[in-house]
């Protein structure tokens, strides 16, 4: 029998914390600006310059440690992790070693509708670097190089996580429901695609039953869900193979080509740096009292497991629905304003999860953007419409679709068309007795018992009406002529 | 009298009595330059034009009749490993040898608030790294009382300059003594503050938790002054203190009548000059005459601040000096073909062999499996130092110590030989270790060199050291000697 084997995954996850200023001097933070705009002295690494830690900083950090079920460390210091990289202008990084600002936390995915928690190792505080700009492939084959500082010394929190991770859809949801929580938290943006939130992969197989780990590899390069999950998938296969083939696993740090979709070998552990940290003695160890730690704690806000067992408890939504709507902080709070305007949550939810994913998906306008067309308010009136019976469903979806173009509120479409749906019996009744009188097969056969034949009578009227006549009002009124 | 020779408080009085002006003082000090500056070679950068237009803009406050304040006017020597906006800093380093910051320090910019004149940026020892100022790359500062002769280091630019009149007060660093080593050898006062007195923002680092800026003066009430002035916290700087800064001068009452003084004997053991020993004795029974109560007593971990000090110093510098890659600004090797060659070839070259020894020293110190029986328990060690003052200075107000075991040596003496040159801070770097003040002050002289006496205090405690000196200065004529240029 074949041997099986389990996966076992750890993530680092770095992100961007989103205070005005860089970590050590006034910089601005802010995300893109020309080369070596947002630079100064201090996160130059100037000869003679020293670091003063941000207090924000800090209190973010903290925050995002209370988030994941931390300890907040109450005595923390920063060491220098110290390379040489050109993107690095101190040589150093000042990071955190043995005394993180929060350890011994956790967070809980939902794997196949379970509950699952996975640990937290430790949140510590760091500098990022700045991007080098090669002119040719890499470095090593470039013609020349160039570097912008702009992001050096921007605040980055790295959450590590316990070994606890047991497939690369496992991964992909810790991550996702870590960002949920950071963007809950308000003290990161985690684009992606910006670079404010990154992740690097620790990943070893083990037959089944064996107790100690295997040989691990470090995946880097991931810059989606989606990577995230193909690299690990990659790397699970790889690494079985290596083993079935009688092989050995090689520790290394492995690189994820998307182009490709395979991992390829960066640098063995032989090459692996010695970082040759010490306790940064420019800035003194931080004393966290309790009285600040619970402070920060009374300034979290509802987050994403609390806000999902809320929809499920208050408003009787899915479980699948209620995961799916507070994954994403923008569409909760979208979600949460519309239920100011409405009281059928559960439509809303529909609503929320159908027609307006889907138009989130296609157009790619986030429900956050300031000229994203259709606001909450607006699609709860929508729902508040067809409760009303003013509109049918069908013509509700024509109605989004006219929504999804000039963001006009629904009632002002339905007013301006002639939508409102006819629910006058006189006015309809008309319509049927015409209907009935055209199509004699169809009432003979509905006569007979055919009980489908009263759909397509219901549909000619509704044809005729441009689909504005109430399809209940239509049907009973068939049902009555036709007794 | 020439006005270059007078001190800050006498040049004070006479701008205030307008018996001569800022831009006279400032030329009498170029003057002086002008004559003796080939000799001495303290400078490595001069800025005239910029010191005249300050000491003008003194005048012409002077003219108006406002107040000035102390150090208005009076011309001043910076060391030039602290970043001066504009103006050369080069750590007397090829590294640096062109570099120019676009900021200035937290005490320069203290100095320009306080009306001061920069007239120039004086040599070290490259990076602050040695006793001599021969590890200059540039060129090397000579003895103003023997040109045959070192002016100490690693501020031996700032001490002559200094000694030979050529400004009236200077600024230095001290890690482990390059304040008070070159101060003693070339008979003026120093002071190397508190760890977090003074604001190091813009000091170029050596080793962190041990660099101190601190003033060259030619008597203790300048050295009041001076350091009065660049004293306190900075927002700029997370290890500066926040204290209430005093007016230093006000120490200066000459009464050190009950003053407890501690005589550490690990400072008065073999190795240290007779000639020195004895002129220390003579200071203990001035201060005795004095009605100061002096007794022996014991700092007994004194033997490992040495090795305690070149683990701790090297391994900040190797971080500290990391930077100093070619990518951003400084020396660059252009001939190298990739990244790594650059590196390296950039800091061969760029560095001397002082500071690749200390590098090398420090890089081994940190690295893994090394960390823990060198750089962690050299930590624990600088620990027991600090409590060995802790102890000795609950009983005492001073500790009185020599502040070098000879007098000046000659040139080439001990380049050869890093352990003696290391040797010759062997009384200072306790009090960069544990973080307290120490002033060195003129207390004699063997065979024609000046000898310099050091007192240590309680952290914070610059005033009593202060009242101490003043009184001893008072009683006696050493700092008014002259060396004959």
Redesign the interface.
Known sequence: MATQYEIVIGLEVHSELKTNSKIFCCSSTEFGGDPNTHIC?VC??????????NKKVVEFAIKAGLALNCRIAEFSKFD?K?Y?Y?DL????QISQYDLPIAEHGYLDITVDGQQKRIGITRVHMEEDAGKLNHEGES??TARY?L?DYNRTGVPLIEIVSEPDIRSPEEARLYLEKMKAILQYTGVSDCKMEEGSLRCDANISVRPVGQKEFGTRTELKNMNSFRALQKALEYEVERQIDVLEDGGRVIQETRTWDEARGITLSMRSKEEAH?Y???PD????PMIISPQWIEEIRQTLPELPDARRERYIRDYGLPPYDAEVITGSKELSDYFDEGLKHTGNAKALSNWVMGELLKFINASGISVADSDFPIRPASLAELVNLIDRGEISGKIAKDVFAEMQQKGDSPAAIVEAKGLKQISDQGAIAAVVDEVIANNPQSVEDFKNGKEKAIGFLVGQVMKATKGQANPGVVNQLLREKLK | MQFNALTAHELHDKLVKKEISAVEITEAVFKRIDAVEEKVRSFVTQTRDKALETARAVDAKIGRGEEIGPLEGIPVVIKDNMCTEGILTTCSSKMLHNFVPPYSATVVEKLKQAGAVLIGKANLDEFAMGSSTENSRFFATRNPWDTERVPGGSSGGSAAAVAADETIYSLGSDTGGSIRQPASFCGVVGLKPTYGAVSRYGLIAFASSLDQIGPFAKDVRDCARVFSTIAGHDPKDSTSAEFEVPDYTSFLTGDVKGLRIGIPREYFVEGTDPGVKELIYNAINKFEELGAVCEETSLPHTEYALPVYYIIAPAEASSNLARYDGVRYGYRDESAEDIVTMFMRTRSEGFGTEVKRRIMLGTYALSSGYYDAYYLKALKVRTLIKQDFDRALEKFDVLISPTSPTPAFKYGEKAGDPMQMYLSDVFTISVNLAGIPGLTLPCGFVDGLPVGLQLMGRPFGEGTLFKAAYAFEQNTDFHLRKPNL
Not at chain 1, 44 to 53: K, R, T, W
Not at chain 1, 281 to 284: C, I, R
């Open positions: 002295p130059l690494g100037l000869p003679g310059v020293l670091p003063v830690a220098r110290n040489y050109p202008p101190k040589n150093y470095m090593a190089s570097v010695d040759r940290y010490f003695p420019d800035l003194v």
